[in-house]
């Protein structure tokens, strides 16, 4: 097999993996709810890293909810969003870094694209957790693209609905409140939303922390400034 | 003969600092023994001595802005440990919501605060560690985002006390003149740079990606025991939460009793030191609080005390009567002498105050300036515009400053996009400043 896969793969006597091990990561995420992961996410947000536990948790399962009714609402069966695509050979794998795709939004003019190397090395990881079955290439692009559209429709009033689901208090003064936004929540919605819209069994934000898994594994950002939180928006 | 020397070894500096060769600070000391040397400046004497002089006077000769950097560095480090920057940047983004404009806007106004307590990277850092991936999340570029930080802490620079006596010191004006004209600068300052946002905003559109990065801790998992010093001071957020509203205040402590009750700029930072500790620290905590930053703080200062020892022995050396004498026909040869002429040739200088180069007022600009005053080339107070303009430049788009560095790699882009996305705007603003000097000093 040539394809490369990330280091720490499946140990070779078959034994269990050492704790802390690459291996054992991809277990825990197997292991994990899909509301934990979310939550995991959302504390690594900047603006989040104090939050209490329980909060976050219930965030969490606000915005996936909001997700899958989102896709549900859709009825129809997945087809590729009605917006320009473009697929870019390279780009997607960068030190510390790997970009599936991204929504650019300009005026009336918007678009995807999605990073092919991006998607291999997905796909490597899904193998690596033994996920393949779940997650083959063309899975991860189509749940790229659906996640980019869960994007572009939570441009509009969809994101004020989601905000009012989340109902957190920014500003309280006597019978006053302010609602404010949720840094993150609507990642957590776009990711259920792929899932749901694209009939996938294991959720994106397990495929996303068994990358930043896979990262960590391979060793600091090389050309980063050193460690830095992860945040939904240039996270998952 | 002399003037080509002294004019050589400046060069010669600035090749050592642009190449990276020696650090600013060594660069500049060894700049002002050759100065004084070529200058004709005795080793040893008490009058215009290398080491009377150069090294034993010129020093402490801004020791007033050491002392200031260092309580602006306790104060900047007390708004981080005690989440005062953090809360602020928050409410921005929950307010801010899903306009990433507005977010912006918000973190925009965030960082000219900390710009106006502390400079450099540690104010950079209290606006952005939370505001540029929160910017990011909610649909900024990465470039918009590092600029945004960039140019919201340098527009606060005009109002930074730290910076009037340093400026005061530096080109021997009084804190009143300096103060004067940066009041002045601010509003250009303020105006470019919501210009930058929203234009670049507009242009760049919004961003919602798929994408991973290493995490800041490795290992993940549940929670550990934090042992570092970032580590534990972000245990001591969580357990407090959020800064009470009315610390949020704390900002705009100092700059109110400098401004308003014309406080002195030592007294005035130390007032936002108490007020943040009184406000935003349990009782039992306070003095271990306390003690705690200030020791942390002499961290952060080390690095622009060590560079402003070096820029009082540059400015001492060159002031040596030599130096002035040698270098005073040169520099009134090259001077634009017409107030109009003085914008344009220097507006078209602007690039030379990125990379270290010989108008970076934190550099050998500073011996530029101690040239035009002693050799009677402008008033003071016009070199002062003239620097105070280039400042606006070197402090958002100079790829070699720590802020510039900190922020664009905390984005994940170069420093050098920083510098081709906020130029422009920088440039433009730095032709305001000029004009301002004009309208004030020069007509």
């Given at each position: ?28 995420i ?66 510390g ?7 650019l939004?300009?005026?009336?003019r ?34 790229a ?48 939303y792929?899932?749901?819209r694209?009939?996938?069994?294991r ?34 | ?35 004084a ?87 950079a ?109 972000a ?47 349990p ?81 050998l ?18 070199v ?22 900190w ?37």
């Amino acid at each position: 097999m040539s394809a490369r896969t990330p280091a720490g793969g499946p140990a070779a006597d078959g034994g269990p993996p050492p704790e802390g091990s690459l291996r054992a990561h991809y277990a825990r995420i197997a292991a994990s709810s899909e509301e934990e992961l979310a939550a995991d996410l959302l504390a690594l947000t900047a603006t989040h890293g104090d939050r209490d536990r329980d909060r976050l948790r219930d965030w969490a399962a606000t915005a996936l909810e909001f997700g899958r009714e989102m896709a549900d609402s859709r009825g129809d069966a997945w087809s590729p969003p009605d917006i320009e695509i473009t697929e870019k050979e390279r780009g997607g794998v960068r030190p510390g870094e790997i970009l599936l795709a991204e929504y650019l939004h300009r005026g009336a003019r918007s678009r995807v694209v999605v990073y092919d190397d991006a998607l291999t090395f997905a796909g490597r990881v899904a193998r690596a957790a033994g996920w393949s079955d779940d997650y083959s290439r063309a899975t991860v692009r189509e749940a790229a693209l659906a996640h980019e559209e869960a994007h572009r429709m939570l441009h509009g009033e969809l994101g004020r609905s989601l905000r009012r689901r989340l109902d957190h208090t920014a500003l309280r003064i006597g019978p006053l409140r302010v609602r404010g936004h949720v840094v993150g929540a609507d990642e957590i919605t776009a990711h259920s939303y792929a899932r749901h819209r694209c009939s996938l069994r294991r959720s994106p934000i397990a495929l996303t922390a068994a990358i930043a898994a896979a990262l960590t594994h391979r060793g600091p950002d090389r050309q980063g400034p050193g460690p830095r939180a992860t945040t939904p928006g240039v996270h998952p | 003969m002399t003037a080509f020397g002294i004019l050589l070894a400046m060069a010669v500096g600035v090749g050592l600092m642009l190449t990276r060769r020696l650090p600013t600070a060594f660069a500049l000391v060894l700049l002002s023994v050759a100065i004084a040397l070529i200058a004709g400046a005795p080793l040893t004497g008490e009058e215009g001595s290398v080491f009377g002089t150069v090294l034993q006077e010129g020093a402490p000769r801004l020791s007033a802005t050491m002392i200031a950097i260092l309580l602006g560095s306790w104060l900047g480090t007390l708004m981080s440990e005690t989440g005062i920057a953090t809360t602020l940047v928050r409410k921005i983004v929950e307010f801010g919501g899903e306009r990433p404009s507005v977010v912006a806007v918000g973190v925009f106004v965030i960082a000219i605060l900390c710009g106006s307590i502390t400079g450099s990277a540690p104010a950079a850092m209290l606006a952005g560690v939370v505001g540029i991936p929160a910017m990011i999340a909610v649909g900024v570029t990465p470039t918009v985002a590092a600029g945004t930080v960039l140019v919201g802490i340098t527009a606060g620079v005009p109002l930074e006390l730290i910076n009037w006596q340093f400026l005061s010191d530096a080109i021997g004006v009084p804190v009143s003149t300096v103060q004067y004209f940066q009041l002045r600068l601010f509003p250009i300052a303020l105006v470019g740079g919501l210009a930058y946002i929203l234009i670049e905003m507009r242009r760049k559109g919004a961003r919602h990606t798929w994408a991973v990065r290493v995490p800041a801790s490795a290992g993940g998992g549940g929670p550990e025991r934090p042992t570092s010093r970032r580590g534990r001071a972000a245990e001591r957020r969580r357990r407090r939460g959020d800064a009470p509203w009315y610390a949020l205040v704390t900002p705009l402590v100092p700059i109110v009793l400098a401004l308003g009750f014309e406080i002195p700029i030592i007294p005035s930072l130390l007032a936002g030191v108490v007020y943040a500790l009184f406000t935003a620290v349990p009782w039992r905590e306070m003095t271990s609080t306390a003690l705690r930053t200030l020791y942390q703080a002499f961290d952060i200062a080390a690095p622009p005390i060590v560079l402003f020892i070096a820029i009082g022995m540059l400015l001492a050396a060159v002031g040596l009567p030599g130096a002035v004498t040698a270098l005073s026909p040169i520099v009134t040869a090259i001077s634009p002498s017409s107030p109009w002429l003085f914008v344009l040739v220097f507006a078209l200088m602007v690039p030379l105050s990125l990379y270290r180069g010989p108008m970076n007022i934190f550099g050998l600009g500073a011996g530029v300036a101690g040239v035009l005053i002693s050799g009677n080339i402008y008033p003071a107070a016009a070199v002062l515009g003239l620097m105070a303009s280039y400042g606006q430049v070197l402090g958002v788009s100079d790829p070699t400053s720590t802020q510039t560095v900190w922020a664009s790699q905390y984005a994940g882009i170069r420093p050098e996009r920083s510098m081709v996305s906020t130029l422009p705007y920088t440039w433009v603003i730095a032709i305001g400043g000029l004009v301002l000097t004009v309208f004030l000093y020069l007509l």
